[in-house]
């Protein structure tokens, strides 16, 4: 018997107009949509007008239920996989049916579509060629102070997810591990009140602590090689190489990095390096 396909089906985030021509089709033409809530799903299915058989898979249910997904594709199956709003398996246990799926030998199929993180981080006005997603911290101080601080010397630009109720507490620990770092706040993504806060930490909690936090909130936060790059306006080459040296870089090597990050000529920077050794 052939196996089933799992299809990998984003959702609008907001806007119910975000949703592709061919994520509707297979939404159409599958046997079984898998939906993390099948209440939030059917009013997207209703509004398109898209009749099918729903299950719920969601974070509290997702061993069982995966269990009886997979046998449903090992018997010939076409599932559609769902998540409220955006891309599933990110921050969601879309994850763990993939990773099932595949293990089994059965086809996953990944349609494009909208995922908040990416919105957020297009908009935000920071660095875009290179960035990590951490998505949710931990929910106790503790340990996201310690993921923070495996953050703290992460170059690339940050990307994170936070709730409502805890992102002043979350704002509050990325400036005591962090600084005070440039960072973007988006929420309602594409819906009519869409809001985009850019500017430091520090201005981000003043705002929300005469504002109420409501909504998912995306946050994009300056990496800290740019956090650096700022500084190191206001320092002299020496300086400068000497604090690549002291992260436990060679002189060659630091030389070489304050060459590229200040874009200028490398025996500049060698001769500055000589005479600071030489003093």
Same mark, same amino acid.
């Given at each position: 018997? +052939?196996?089933?396909?799992?299809?990998? *089906?984003? &959702?609008?985030?907001?806007?119910?107009?975000?949703?592709? /021509?061919?994520?509707?089709?297979?939404?159409?033409?599958? #046997?079984? !949509?898998?939906?993390?809530? &099948?209440?939030?799903?059917?009013?997207?299915?209703?509004?398109?007008?898209? %009749?099918?058989?729903? /299950?719920?898979?969601? =974070?509290?249910?997702?061993?069982?239920?995966?269990?009886?997904?997979?046998?449903?594709?090992?018997?010939?199956?076409?599932?559609?996989?769902?998540?409220?709003?955006?891309?599933?398996?990110?921050? #969601?246990?879309?994850?763990?049916?993939?990773?099932?799926?595949?293990?089994?030998?059965?086809?996953?199929? *990944?349609?494009?579509?909208?995922?908040?993180?990416? &919105?957020?981080?297009? !908009?935000?006005?920071?660095? &875009?060629?290179?960035?990590?997603?951490?998505?949710?911290?931990?929910?106790?101080?503790?340990? @996201?102070?310690?993921?923070? %601080? @495996?953050?703290?010397?992460?170059?690339?630009? !940050?990307?994170?997810? =936070?709730?409502?109720?805890?992102?002043?507490?979350?704002?509050?620990?990325?400036?005591?591990?962090?600084?005070?770092?440039?960072?973007?706040?988006?929420? =309602?993504?594409?819906?009519?009140?869409?809001?985009?806060?850019?500017?430091?930490?520090?201005?981000?909690?003043?705002?929300?602590?005469?504002?109420?936090?409501?909504?998912?909130?995306?946050?994009?936060? #300056?990496?800290? =090689?740019?956090?650096?790059?700022?500084?190191?306006?206001?320092?002299?080459?020496?300086?400068?190489?000497?604090?690549?040296?002291?992260?436990?870089?060679?002189?060659?090597?630091?030389? %070489? +990095?304050?060459?590229?990050? @200040?874009?200028?000529? @490398?025996?500049?920077?060698?001769?500055?390096? /000589?005479?600071?050794?030489?003093?």
């Amino acid at each position: 018997m +052939k196996l089933g396909v799992l299809y990998i *089906c984003p &959702t609008p985030i907001g806007n119910l107009e975000d949703i592709t /021509i061919r994520t509707l089709r297979i939404l159409e033409e599958v #046997d079984l !949509i898998a939906a993390e809530d &099948t209440r939030h799903t059917i009013k997207l299915l209703n509004h398109y007008e898209i %009749k099918k058989p729903l /299950i719920s898979y969601h =974070e509290h249910n997702k061993k069982a239920k995966g269990h009886i997904l997979i046998e449903k594709l090992k018997l010939g199956t076409n599932i559609g996989l769902v998540t409220d709003a955006g891309m599933p398996g990110i921050s #969601d246990p879309g994850e763990d049916i993939i990773h099932l799926a595949i293990e089994n030998g059965i086809k996953v199929i *990944c349609l494009p579509g909208p995922t908040a993180s990416i &919105t957020g981080l297009v !908009i935000s006005g920071l660095p &875009t060629d290179k960035f990590v997603f951490e998505g949710f911290l931990p929910s106790k101080k503790k340990d @996201r102070i310690e993921e923070l %601080k @495996r953050l703290k010397d992460e170059y690339r630009t !940050i990307i994170l997810y =936070e709730s409502p109720h805890r992102l002043i507490n979350l704002l509050k620990d990325l400036n005591q591990v962090l600084g005070n770092r440039k960072v973007s706040i988006s929420r =309602e993504l594409t819906k009519l009140h869409e809001e985009t806060f850019r500017g430091t930490i520090e201005e981000a909690l003043n705002k929300f602590h005469n504002e109420v936090p409501r909504g998912e909130f995306v946050l994009i936060l #300056d990496g800290a =090689e740019s956090v650096k790059i700022d500084l190191y306006k206001n320092i002299t080459l020496e300086e400068h190489i000497k604090l690549y040296i002291d992260d436990g870089l060679t002189r060659k090597d630091a030389v %070489k +990095k304050v060459a590229e990050i @200040r874009n200028i000529p @490398r025996n500049l920077v060698y001769k500055a390096s /000589i005479n600071k050794n030489s003093k």
